[in-house]
Nanobody, 115 residues
Framework: QVQLVESGGGLVQAGGSLRLSCAVS??????????MDWYRQAPGKQRELVAG???????NYVDIAKGRFTISRDNAKNTVYLQMNSLKPEDTGVYLC???????WGQGTQVTVSS
């Protein structure tokens, strides 16, 4: 059993920044070999992938995130981060992290960007 807990969301003005965190815990969790993803879900829309990071630290981004978002990980803290800059109102939604190894989701953290 693994638990993923996101934090760092909030209300921010357009152009602002937020740093999201996703802490992974559980008995004998093997975070260092896990690949992690950040998704988001806007109201009335399907959940969409934002960024992913391999166990070795290779990051990948979808077009909406390129140049504005940075995904990173700290294996010592079993945590993955999403630094979001130059936020736009269309970035509003619930941001969730996903563990590929354990096929598990966090509960999400709300991000609201005002214009």
């Amino acid at each position: 059993q693994v638990q993923l807990v996101e934090s760092g969301g909030g209300l921010v003005q357009a152009g602002g920044s937020l740093r999201l965190s996703c802490a992974v815990s559980g008995r004998r969790v093997m975070f260092s070999i896990d690949a992690m993803d950040w998704y988001r879900q806007a109201p009335g829309k399907q959940r969409e992938l934002v960024a992913g990071i391999s166990s070795g630290g290779t990051a990948n981004y979808v077009d909406i995130a390129k140049g504005r978002f940075t995904i990173s990980r700290d294996n010592a803290k079993n945590t993955v981060y999403l630094q979001m800059n130059s936020l736009k109102p269309e970035d509003t939604g619930v941001y969730l992290c996903y563990s590929r190894l354990y096929d598990s989701w966090g509960q999400g953290t709300q991000v609201t960007v005002s214009s």
